[in-house]
């Protein structure tokens, strides 16, 4: 049996005996002791399942030397300059994690502390030493906690997860500094066919900056004491709310950021992308071929997504032919993933109806993020109802290395 055969085995075991457990507590002849005993038991399963997942992951997963290009000096976002038309040779490709990014590039004294267990410890205080030690060295006279690297890493993993953006390929750059320059290929050097003897004719690249500089994002959730006392699932569901609603705001600031501080400037303030209002309805698929067609004119392909609001999607899934038969999608666009997300509101334009649809080779677009995670801890605030809040925040930017590679459909009402 090899080592990942015993590693998903004893997974299963694990999830086998939470759910055994969790049927346990519902039950009204559990004693205060015994789901006391429970509660313990499920926290240090929950623990060893996701040590063993981290593991299997690392086992499952590549070398990852391909993140940046080149050696990284520490100073910087990443080496290397990347050409118009081709994908960036540094950054996180939505499949690599910050979690192997975080255990590379810094010391992991505390392996084995999921977010979720650190998140409960804020509150209930550590149960085990590395939690406790990870509270002492890491709160601030603020009354905030400047969360370690390999669990703030975790937690920018829950967030990329959820993000739609990401999804369709955008690339996560772990941003070091206050401000970050990377350099792109603006126009490429031209050839020029020449005579025996003539001299070659001179042409040279233009390169400009894309610059990184990290904005505040923060969130509020509130959470019930009774809540934090008795959830046998917490440590799971309290990193994946907070993630899930810092990845909302971070994909609508990708996809229409006005880039005025402090908000960053998203693909639809980019100057260069292309673009065309519908002013209607969809009533079949020629816009998003108009986008295909425009980014591989701009040798920027493939299409990589298209991102739309749920209502656009069902719009385009509801198009029938003139028998009434279900309208298939060209051959062109099926192979393309359609994304839904409410980030893209649905109350623009004159008429207060108007929606957005993008489309692009999202892997033009880079995510820069601070690795460093800050999460405070209200008791006070909610008191009079009975309830704790997080709040938890992050330093990110937006930035589109070729405009070429976007498209957007404006106007498109429903």
Same mark, same amino acid.
């Given at each position: 049996m090899t080592d990942e055969k015993k590693i998903v085995d004893h997974i299963q075991a694990l999830d086998t005996e939470c759910r055994a457990l969790t049927d346990e507590m519902g039950q009204a002849a559990t004693t205060k002791e015994r789901a006391a005993e429970i509660?313990?038991?499920?926290?240090? =399963?929950?623990?060893?399942? #996701?040590?063993?997942? @981290?593991?299997? $992951?690392?086992?499952?997963?590549?070398?990852?030397? +391909?993140? *940046?290009?080149?050696?990284?000096?520490?100073?910087?976002?990443?080496?290397?300059?990347?050409?118009?038309?081709?994908?960036?040779?540094?950054?996180?490709?939505?499949?690599?994690?910050?979690?192997?990014?975080?255990?590379?590039?810094?010391?992991?004294?505390?392996?084995?502390?999921?977010?979720?267990?650190?998140?409960?410890?804020?509150?209930?205080?550590?149960?085990?030493?590395?939690?406790?030690?990870?509270?002492?060295?890491?709160?601030?006279?603020?009354?905030?906690?400047?969360?370690?690297?390999?669990?703030?890493?975790?937690?920018?993993?829950?967030?990329?997860?959820?993000?739609?953006?990401?999804?369709?390929?955008?690339?996560?750059?772990?941003?070091?500094?206050?401000?970050?320059?990377? =350099?792109?290929?603006?126009? #490429?050097?031209?050839? @020029?066919?020449? $005579?025996?003897?003539?001299?070659?004719?001179?042409? +040279?690249? *233009?390169?400009?900056?894309?610059?990184f500089t990290p904005r505040s994002l923060a969130v509020l959730v509130k959470v019930s004491r009774e809540l934090i006392e008795d959830s046998l699932n917490l440590e799971t569901a309290l990193p994946q709310l907070l993630a899930a609603a810092l990845a909302t705001e971070l994909d609508r600031v990708a996809l229409l950021g006005s880039g005025t501080a402090p908000e960053p400037r998203g693909i639809a303030n980019t100057s260069g992308i292309g673009t065309a209002a519908l002013g209607a309805d969809l009533a079949n698929y020629g816009p998003l071929l108009a986008g295909r067609t425009a980014i591989l004119t701009a040798n920027a392909g493939p299409v990589t997504a298209a991102i739309l609001h749920p209502r656009d999607e069902g719009t385009l899934a509801g198009l029938t032919d003139s028998t009434g038969q279900p309208l298939m999608a060209p051959a062109a666009l099926s192979a393309i993933p359609q994304l839904t997300t409410t980030a893209v509101p649905t109350d623009g334009g004159t008429g207060s109806d108007e929606s957005t649809i993008f489309a692009g080779n999202f892997q033009h677009l880079m995510i820069g993020m601070r690795t460093g995670l800050r999460v405070e801890l209200l008791r006070e605030t909610y008191a009079a109802n009975h309830q704790y809040a997080f709040v938890a925040s992050l330093r990110a930017d937006v930035a589109v290395a070729h405009p070429g590679a976007f498209y957007t459909v404006t106007a498109v009402t429903g």
């Amino acid at each position: 049996m090899t080592d990942e055969k015993k590693i998903v085995d004893h997974i299963q075991a694990l999830d086998t005996e939470c759910r055994a457990l969790t049927d346990e507590m519902g039950q009204a002849a559990t004693t205060k002791e015994r789901a006391a005993e429970i509660e313990a038991r499920f926290d240090a =399963a929950m623990a060893e399942r #996701d040590r063993l997942s @981290a593991d299997l $992951s690392k086992m499952r997963r590549p070398p990852y030397a +391909d993140v *940046t290009g080149g050696e990284d000096d520490g100073g910087s976002a990443g080496g290397g300059v990347w050409e118009r038309g081709a994908a960036p040779p540094f950054g996180l490709a939505p499949e690599q994690r910050m979690l192997d990014w975080a255990a590379k590039h810094q010391p992991d004294p505390y392996r084995g502390l999921s977010a979720g267990a650190y998140l409960r410890s804020m509150i209930l205080g550590g149960k085990t030493e590395t939690e406790r030690r990870a509270l002492a060295e890491g709160s601030d006279s603020a009354g905030g906690y400047s969360v370690p690297a390999v669990v703030s890493a975790e937690l920018l993993d829950n967030l990329r997860a959820a993000s739609v953006t990401v999804q369709a390929g955008a690339r996560t750059v772990p941003l070091t500094s206050a401000t970050n320059s990377i =350099a792109a290929v603006a126009s #490429d050097p031209a050839p @020029a066919w020449r $005579s025996e003897n003539a001299a070659v004719a001179e042409s +040279d690249p *233009t390169f400009r900056a894309v610059v990184f500089t990290p904005r505040s994002l923060a969130v509020l959730v509130k959470v019930s004491r009774e809540l934090i006392e008795d959830s046998l699932n917490l440590e799971t569901a309290l990193p994946q709310l907070l993630a899930a609603a810092l990845a909302t705001e971070l994909d609508r600031v990708a996809l229409l950021g006005s880039g005025t501080a402090p908000e960053p400037r998203g693909i639809a303030n980019t100057s260069g992308i292309g673009t065309a209002a519908l002013g209607a309805d969809l009533a079949n698929y020629g816009p998003l071929l108009a986008g295909r067609t425009a980014i591989l004119t701009a040798n920027a392909g493939p299409v990589t997504a298209a991102i739309l609001h749920p209502r656009d999607e069902g719009t385009l899934a509801g198009l029938t032919d003139s028998t009434g038969q279900p309208l298939m999608a060209p051959a062109a666009l099926s192979a393309i993933p359609q994304l839904t997300t409410t980030a893209v509101p649905t109350d623009g334009g004159t008429g207060s109806d108007e929606s957005t649809i993008f489309a692009g080779n999202f892997q033009h677009l880079m995510i820069g993020m601070r690795t460093g995670l800050r999460v405070e801890l209200l008791r006070e605030t909610y008191a009079a109802n009975h309830q704790y809040a997080f709040v938890a925040s992050l330093r990110a930017d937006v930035a589109v290395a070729h405009p070429g590679a976007f498209y957007t459909v404006t106007a498109v009402t429903g």
